[in-house]
């Protein structure tokens, strides 16, 4: 568990303008970080730049989506070679926003990661079930679908960093007990371990997303396969930092 260093990802969402995005990061450049995590927040595409040339070098920016090609006429798109433009190094891909609002598919969402990774752009590929799927039993089957998808396109594990995220506990205040969390994340590394690599089971992070707050981090950061938090709303209030520092 030590050789994985705890990462927390901060999801602005379509959150803030200018005044507010400077104060988020404001606190988060004079705050006290725990030096061994490592800190990426995914801020509007639109302020990539301004993310970027406002916060702390040794914290991370990345992007909330990209598209699957480098240029070309797609009109509102962006692309990695955009996304590293901006001096940003990440993208989240496959959140359950960009899955269920907007209907991208598995196979979209796996060409994606693919020319990220190409492009030399750092992902943090989401996974996750709707309640209706964890009420009927398919959690395993769900996620173990999505992330068959997402190992088909990855081409070096290295700059993949895996995020759980239960659509039923996201923006709903209903957290994943500890207990729940663990379990998923202890068979997702075990099927990284049937179907890619011992190496990358034991090196990939996987992140725990969906209503992380200042309140529960703490315990949920304490389990052994919980690698850090991909993590919306709190990102942008204070307790962020607490957030950070949950194995402080």
């Known amino acids: 568990m030590a050789s994985r260093r ?31 995590t490592e800190v990426v927040c995914a801020a509007p595409s639109i302020y990539l730049d301004f993310a970027r040339s406002g916060l702390d070098p040794r914290i991370g920016v ?3 989506n990209c598209y699957k090609v480098e240029k070309g006429a797609f009109t509102g798109e962006i692309s990695p070679a955009m996304i590293k433009d901006c001096g940003a190094d990440w993208v989240v891909l496959g959140h359950s926003e960009r899955r269920h609002v907007f209907g991208e ?13 190409l492009s030399d752009v750092c992902v943090v590929a989401c996974v996750g079930e709707t309640l209706e799927q964890r009420e009927d039993g398919s959690t395993e089957e769900v996620v173990y679908a999505q992330a068959q998808v997402i190992a088909e396109n990855v081409s070096d594990w290295g700059k993949v960093v895996l995020a759980y995220e239960p659509v039923w506990a996201i923006g709903t205040g209903r ?20 179907h890619v690599s011992d190496d990358a089971a034991d090196s990939v992070r996987i992140l725990y997303g969906g209503s992380v707050t200042a309140a529960n981090c703490r315990e ?28 402080a």
């Open 6 to 36: 705890f990462f927390v990802g901060g999801n602005w969402k379509m959150n803030g303008n200018k005044e507010s995005l400077l104060e988020v990061m404001n606190t988060l450049n004079t705050a006290s970080l725990h030096e061994d």
């Open 105 to 117: 598919s598995d196979e979209l969402i796996g060409q994606k990661v693919s020319h990220a990774l």
């Open 175 to 194: 957290t994943a007990t500890p207990e729940q969390a663990q379990s998923v994340h202890e068979k997702l590394r075990a099927w990284l371990r049937a």
């Open 220 to 247: 949920l950061a304490s389990q052994s396969d919980v690698d850090g938090f991909l993590v919306g709303g709190a990102s942008l209030k204070p307790e962020f930092i607490d957030i950070i520092n949950a194995r």
């Open 62 to 64: 990345a992007a909330q």
